[in-house]
Nanobody, 115 residues
Framework: QVQLVESGGDLVQPGGSLRLSCEAS????????MAWYRQAPGKQRELVAV???????NYASSVKGRFTISRDNAGNTMSLQMNSLKPEDTAVYYC?????????WGQGTQVTVSS
């Protein structure tokens, strides 16, 4: 089992920045791909960004150039730096990690982008 806890969600104005963190119950070097997903009310959960153990990244087109995913393989945290935030970025953001070909989820953190 892997426990994941997100933090950093907040209310921010359009154009602002926010940094989300995901703390895992084990060192990230032991985990496979990790990712950030988000889900807005009435919408399906969507993939935001993925990062491999080696640091290879992929982003949803809607966030590319604005968001940066990173992981500290020497520690227990993964991050999502969110810049130039838009109202459509408003959602609950979830941390995801792969271990033994199984997917594990955090409980989510709320990000609200509004003036």
């Amino acid at each position: 089992q892997v426990q994941l806890v997100e933090s950093g969600g907040d209310l921010v104005q359009p154009g602002g920045s926010l940094r989300l963190s995901c703390e895992a119950s084990r060192m990230l070097v032991s985990l496979g791909n990790m990712a950030w997903y988000r889900q807005a009310p009435g919408k399906q959960r969507e993939l935001v960004a993925v990062i491999s153990p080696a640091g290879t990244t992929n982003y949803a087109s809607s966030v590319k150039g604005r968001f940066t995913i990173s992981r500290d393989n020497a520690g227990n945290t993964m991050s999502l730096q969110m810049n130039s935030l838009k109202p459509e970025d408003t959602a609950v953001y979830y941390c995801n990690a792969e271990l033994r070909h199984l997917s594990w989820w955090g409980q989510g953190t709320q990000v609200t982008v509004s003036s």
